[in-house]
């Protein structure tokens, strides 16, 4: 598939997970910036390339875990950010869901699922 000259983030502290992002997006024509673990790092690349998405883990290495990183990023930003995580506990999806612009995905996270929650952006 060509370039669509859409720009994602990605950060997620499990590598393998991070590959397997990049390739599904990478196959629809993103261009994607990954292997982020830190929510601080997360929030200082959005500023440095604005990206059209970010898909965030929600545990993240370090003091700052995904929602607070999102929630940093939106005092400066609307990018949307697509949460990912583990944990389906209504506590986890209701913080995230909190966070204006945000969807929310469970893992493991399948190529569908993702193209289904891109169309519903627009980004598709």
């Known amino acids: 598939m060509s370039k669509n000259n859409k720009t994602v983030l990605i950060v997620e502290d499990d590598l393998i997970l991070n590959l397997l992002y990049e390739s599904y997006l990478e196959k629809m024509g ?41 929630q940093k990023i939106r005092e400066f930003s609307q990018v949307p950010v697509i949460f990912i995580t583990g944990n389906s506990d209504p506590e986890h999806k209701n913080k995230a869901m909190a966070t204006p612009g945000s969807y929310y995905l469970i893992k493991p996270v399948e190529l569908e699922n993702l193209k289904r929650t891109l169309s519903k952006i627009g980004l598709i």
């Open 30 to 70: 993103f261009e994607t910036h990954g292997e982020l673990v830190y929510g601080k790092t997360a929030v200082d690349m959005t500023r440095k390339i604005n990206p059209d998405l970010i898909l965030m883990d929600i545990a993240l290495e370090g003091d700052m875990n995904g929602i607070e990183a999102a």
